[in-house]
């Protein structure tokens, strides 16, 4: 098991456990671990990233590495940059949804992708070995990657019919969230020829607006703005721009399973007999959408990082988990939520319906999640004990119970925070009110709460 990388690299609140010496450090480490240059380095919008941004760059000239600095871009623009670029590896400076005193390191591989869970114990070898520091005779260089925004957009553009999309006039509402797509998407939807519509578009490392992380209870002046304009759909964005989570034209938030397989089914359908990766904690729905399209499902553990890479292995198509991380292999096998915006521009423009009548075709599912807060400790003897469950189950990733065919449970301790999460899925909006309710209870009494 990593130490130091989470769910979603490496994470902490700077100046507490993200200290300039730690940062420098793991730069070392990753410089160790890249071996070749130029590295392309790139930054969210909180207020520690520039900072951080100077140490990870001078610690690489330091170990011999040239970089160069995107400056302020989401993720998936970073990692597009990295792969289209030609550089040998990328660095993102960002700590995504978490609140604004924290902040991460993400590294990439040059395919423009996150370093694989194994390659993660690789740099944290050479992080505790400390054998790389000032190893190198020569300095390496610091420059500027002007074209990032610019490479990220076209090939965005490439993925979708652009004559079709601007031919639709489409009014969009976006959600900034105070975070980094403010310098990509309203720039894209304007190209596509869209009216936009903007809501916390400021950049503002403090994340004054609704937060960092797009729920359906922080997202209702996005639903208000959608109806009040009569655009074709919302659609929010969390800190580092990887996730977006969408609101339909009568302004009703779709969690990121809907809108998954919205999303999916149009994909599926034009490309029969594809691959889609999601995690085991994603809407069942997808299976039923694959099978009518002779496509297979691939589940793995939770994190973004396991579906990505699993999707580079079986060039999958899709993937996605129920948060709002959405990938479309053809593009890039990381969440990107411009281009899953993008994707869903393009549906529109091709069926020439609206987002509702096209949520009205998809099977009919109800999903549900929410969390308890609890220690480590805690959290163990919750997963030990709902793994003594008479219903059949899976283990591989906390404990997810199947009741019967459509209705189960999961239960999960968090990577990135001290609390377990709980999914559900059900048949009907009772049942699953009834199955998230009894578990709770159960979980609650394990505690002793
Ligand atoms: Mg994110």
Not at 9 to 24: A, K
Not at 84 to 108: C, D, E, F, R, V
Not at 126 to 154: H, P, V
């Amino acid at each position: 098991m990593a130490k130091l990388f989470g769910t979603n690299g490496i994470r902490g609140v700077f100046g507490e456990n993200l200290t300039l010496d730690f940062i420098s450090e793991i730069a070392f480490a990753l410089a160790a671990f890249f071996k070749k240059s130029p590295i392309l380095v790139g930054y969210d919008g909180r207020e520690s990233s520039v900072v951080i941004t100077k140490i990870i760059s001078s610690s690489l000239n330091s170990a011999g590495l040239d970089c160069a600095i995107s400056g302020l871009v989401p993720t998936p623009c970073l990692q597009y940059a990295t792969k289209i670029l030609g550089y040998k590896g990328g660095i993102m400076i960002t700590a995504s949804h978490n609140p604004p005193q924290y902040n991460g390191i993400k590294a990439m591989a040059r395919d423009g992708v996150e370093i694989s869970r194994e390659d993660e114990l690789k740099v944290e070898k050479f992080f505790f070995r400390r054998s790389s520091k000032l190893s190198s005779k020569r300095l390496g260089t610091t420059t500027q990657e002007n074209r990032a925004i610019e490479t990220y957009l076209k090939g965005i553009k490439k993925q979708i019919n652009t004559r079709k999309i601007k031919s639709r006039k489409f009014t969009i509402v976006l959600d900034l969230g105070n975070g980094a797509q403010a310098t990509t998407c309203p720039r894209l939807c304007q190209e596509l020829g869209c009216k936009v519509i903007t809501i916390n578009e400021r950049i503002d490392g403090l994340f004054p607006g609704r937060g960092t992380e797009p729920t359906p209870e922080n997202l209702q002046s996005l639903s208000e703005k959608v109806v009040e304009s009569h655009a074709d759909f919302g659609v929010a964005f969390d800190g580092d721009g990887d996730r977006s989570i969408f609101c339909d034209n009568e302004g009703k938030i779709l969690t990121g399973d809907r809108s998954a397989i919205l999303l999916s089914k149009f994909i599926l359908e034009k490309n029969p007999g594809s691959t889609v990766v999601t995690t085991i904690n994603s809407t069942s729905s997808i299976e039923e959408v694959a099978m009518k399209t002779k496509s297979k499902v691939i589940r793995t553990r939770v994190g973004s990082v396991e579906v990505s890479r699993k999707m580079v292995l079986t060039k999958a198509t899709i993937g996605f988990e129920e948060n709002g991380g959405f990938m479309y292999g053809r593009h890039n096998q990381v969440r990107d939520g411009a281009m899953t915006m993008a994707l869903a521009m393009d549906l529109l423009a091709s069926s020439g319906r609206s987002m509702l009548e096209e949520m009205a075709l998809l099977p009919p599912s109800f999903t549900t999640k929410g969390k308890i807060e609890c220690s480590k400790d805690e959290a163990t003897k919750i997963i030990e004990s709902l793994k003594r469950d008479d219903h059949r189950k899976i283990t591989t990733d906390g404990v997810k119970i199947f009741i019967d065919k459509s209705n189960w449970v999961m239960m999960r301790p968090s990577g990135t925070e001290p609390i377990v999460r709980i999914y559900a899925e059900s048949n009907s909006q009772e049942n699953l009110d009834n199955l998230f309710a009894k578990y709770m209870s159960k979980i609650k009494s394990i505690i002793g709460r």
